[in-house]
């Protein structure tokens, strides 16, 4: 084998995959970006094949076939509300692919492998296995089939010491041990990791879901880039490494946006001080309920009346599958003159870019989503502010309620627009549980009940605002 055509070939491997990631960037180009990484990585199986004169493995394509039909099979059949945990599992199947890689060299190559390689092989083990079974809790989470409330174990630190170094110590001995011994000693690492990835994810709630998604999504990308070593191909390296760089940098972003470090996300400590809900500290707050009705507080002809509009997504409007409501009113508006945009919290949902994949799925232009730095300053200018199914990301109390969990955390300040509406199903605390101090503003109209069906009810009553 020529190495110089396969590093060549590796590189144009790489450049596609950059390439197709670029253009993901933008709603005209992301789908042909789509296309080509998907191209490129097919490219990169078959590379790898060829590289390792296993190409007419028939084996090889049974397995590939099986799992192309279980992919095409999942990504039919899974609804845009429950995109955080199929993107949960598929962090997961990323990490438990680099752990069977590397269990499967160490079980077969240990003697013929040197010590780097046979210490790169137990550290692909263990970050693919926590990988793994923290990714599974993940979407246990996200779907409800586990609290979504952090679970906290009394001594969780020191447990999580005798973990790492039970698995430091069990790692170095499977490298410097003979084959046997490593194969046995391997899978003690194997259970262990995987215990470690629960004890690991536990404790991390259901708001700090995108934080997890995006480290999840970099362990993959690590275990990746590592079992490459292992294995000594450059291809998996490089493209492992792309991945997880990709995913550190979305975690620090998603922190920032929190204001909050990534060991209280990790520990649940970014709650802890919050086991009930919580009242913001401001002398202006009252039940929402106790305000006065205003003359302006028919949310009907506050949009039929609006020149500009913005419009404000949270995880409520995927619960109630809103997405075709807020188009439809989106149209309405639009048809009349009304400039509308929608503002977009980075951790609105349950992971990174999850409002904009929705609002995607309903065709709303993607140039009028607009990040929440670039379109604060806009909502003193702004007629109306609409909230649907947000809580958190837009809680003036974050700037005000010491000791609480969204203290100090950027939001969407939608308290400065002219009038707001809020269409959320209920007055409850998001899941910080902050009582939320927009309610009580006289400039709020609430309308309580499933997004999906009060938008419904207020597009018509709109249009008929507006025919009147």
């Known amino acids: 084998m020529n190495f ?5 070939a590796v590189a144009a491997v790489i450049l596609a995959v950059l390439t197709g990631i670029r253009m993901m960037s933008s709603a005209r180009t992301a789908s042909l970006g789509n296309w080509i990484g998907s191209a490129a990585m097919l490219a990169a199986i078959a590379l790898v094949l060829w590289h390792n004169n296993i190409i007419g493995t028939a084996e090889l394509y049974a397995a590939m076939g099986l799992g192309a039909l279980v992919g095409i099979v999942l990504a039919l059949r899974v609804t845009m509300i429950r995109m955080p945990q199929m993107v949960a599992l598929l962090n997961g199947l990323g990490g438990g692919a680099s752990f069977l890689v590397a269990l499967s060299v160490i079980f077969q190559n240990h003697e013929a492998m040197d010590i780097p390689a046979r210490s790169t092989g137990q550290l692909a083990l263990i970050i693919g296995a926590v990988t793994l079974s923290g990714s599974l809790v993940a979407a246990g989470k996200l779907h409800g089939l586990l609290p979504q409330r952090p679970v906290r174990i009394r001594g969780a630190g020191i447990l999580s010491f005798l973990f790492l170094a039970a698995l430091g110590g069990l790692g170095s001995w499977a490298t410097f041990a003979d084959a046997g011994t490593a194969a046995v000693v391997s899978l003690a690492v194997l259970a262990l990791a995987l215990l470690f990835g629960i004890h690991f994810t536990l404790p991390i709630g259901g708001a700090d879901m995108p934080v997890a998604i995006s480290l999840l999504n970099s362990y993959s990308g690590l275990a990746a880039s590592i079992c490459g070593f292992a294995i000594n191909d450059i291809l998996l390296v490089s493209i492992g490494a792309i991945v997880g760089a990709a995913g550190l940098i979305l975690t620090r972003i998603m922190c920032r946006a929190m204001n909050r470090s990534l060991i209280d996300v990790l520990t649940g400590g970014a709650e802890r001080a919050n086991a009930a809900p919580a009242k913001a500290q401001s002398p202006a707050f009252a039940p929402a309920a106790a305000e006065e009705p205003t003359a302006a507080a028919d949310p009907a002809s506050l949009l039929a009346s609006a020149s500009s509009v913005i419009v404000i997504p949270g995880y409520g409007m995927a619960l109630a599958q809103a997405q075709s409501q807020v188009r439809a009113l989106y149209d309405l508006l639009e048809s009349r003159g009304t400039t509308v945009r929608f503002a977009i919290h980075p951790v609105a949902g349950r992971m990174p870019g ?12 993607y140039e009028l989503l607009v ?4 379109i604060n300053p806009d909502f003193a200018s702004t007629d109306v502010a609409l909230v649907v199914g947000a809580c958190d990301v837009v809680n003036p109390a974050a700037n005000t309620a010491e000791g609480t969990p969204i203290y100090g955390m950027p939001v969407l300040r939608a308290e400065d627009a002219k009038n707001v509406i809020v269409c959320n199903m209920d007055r409850r605390p998001g899941y910080s549980g902050v ?25 018509v009553a709109v249009g008929a605002s507006a025919a009147s």
Do not use: Q, W
């Open 371 to 374: 990040e929440m730095d670039a």
């Open 4 to 8: 110089g055509i396969y590093e060549a």
């Open 354 to 365: 999850h409002m904009n994949v929705l609002l995607a799925e309903v065709d709303i232009p």
């Open 435 to 459: 009582e939320n101090t927009l309610y009580a503003m006289s400039k709020v109209c609430f309308i309580e009940g499933n997004a999906a069906e009060t938008l419904e009810r207020l597009t």
